[in-house]
């Protein structure tokens, strides 16, 4: 049976600036041998440093967790609030929270990731399985799930995403550099890749599709369809790349630039 540490009320000092900081005589920045638990209905409680352990990190319901720098567990990290770390967060195990998760650098789950409202990243997001926001999913690098990744809002990447089966956004999906999903792709808004596109099965975008390289889709696709109650413009229907390699275009008005463009930096304007 593994150590427990319990972190109660008396742990932590009300402070003026909203939060409860943690004063409890252990210290958490060198690490526990074992699960943290942190009790329930107290707010954001912050840590000055780092929070690890080596067995999971449990925040009850009524409660979030904001680190000064890392966050980081052996196993698995739940909050029934957020989770926000100066620096990186990262588990062995999954990652849950009942609102956002946010990281000045990396997050990365041995398992998947699920948060009740958006996921920020200032570095790049890794899941071994899926990746679920309740609203946006942002990175400064790449975004790569082992499973599918899903937002209620956008998804934007500064380089890659990536994905072993589908992703889906409520609304857009950019990517600095290549789209990538092991089956479907989906967006509310429109889709648009600094390098190529490539799905396993379709795709379907509420407005256009643009990227600078290849697209590769493994059946059908769909753009401009989009159910919005702003009037759809003729380029919202466009889908452009520097060529299309596979798949069958079933709705939208397909614009190969070819790859002499592909230096001059069109295809996807």
């Known amino acids: 049976m593994r150590n427990k540490?319990?972190?109660?009320?008396?742990?932590?000092?009300?402070?003026?600036?909203?939060?409860?900081?943690?004063?409890?005589?252990?210290?958490?920045?060198?690490?526990?041998?074992?699960?943290?638990e942190i009790e329930g209905g107290l707010g954001w409680?912050?840590?000055?440093?780092?929070?690890?352990?080596?067995?999971s990190l449990g925040i009850e319901a009524g409660s979030g967790i904001k680190a000064g720098e890392g966050i980081k567990a052996g196993s698995g990290i739940k909050a029934g609030s957020g989770i926000e770390a100066g620096w990186g967060i990262e588990a062995g195990e999954g990652i849950k929270a009942g609102k956002g998760i946010k990281a000045g650098?990396?997050?990365?789950?041995?398992?998947?990731?699920?948060?009740?409202?958006?996921?920020?990243?200032?570095?790049?997001?890794?899941?071994?399985?899926?990746?679920?926001?309740?609203?946006?999913?942002?990175?400064?690098?790449?975004?790569?799930?082992?499973?599918?990744?899903e937002a209620g809002w956008g998804i934007e990447a500064g380089e890659g995403i990536k994905a072993g089966s589908g992703i889906k956004a409520g609304s857009g999906i950019k990517a600095g550099s290549g789209i990538e999903a092991g089956s479907g792709i989906e967006a509310g808004e429109g889709i648009k890749a600094g390098w190529g596109i490539k799905a396993g099965w379709g795709i379907e975008a509420g407005f256009s599709i643009r990227c600078m390289r290849a697209l590769h889709v493994g059946f059908r696709i769909f753009a401009g369809i989009s159910i919005s109650t702003r009037e759809i413009e003729p380029k919202d229907r466009?889908?452009?790349?520097?060529e299309l390699t596979s798949g069958e275009v079933c709705f939208g008005h397909l614009i190969e630039a070819g790859w002499e463009a592909v230096a001059a930096g069109k295809p996807a304007e």
């Open 238 to 242: 466009e889908i452009v790349c520097a």
């Open 105 to 149: 650098e990396g997050i990365k789950a041995g398992e998947g990731i699920k948060a009740g409202s958006g996921i920020e990243a200032g570095w790049g997001i890794k899941a071994g399985e899926g990746i679920k926001a309740g609203s946006g999913i942002e990175a400064g690098w790449g975004i790569e799930a082992g499973w599918g990744i």
């Open 45 to 55: 409680v912050r840590f000055a440093k780092n929070v690890r352990c080596l067995g």
């Open 5 to 36: 540490l319990k972190l109660t009320r008396a742990d932590f000092r009300e402070s003026d600036d909203g939060y409860k900081h943690y004063v409890g005589s252990f210290d958490v920045n060198v690490g526990f041998d074992g699960d943290i």
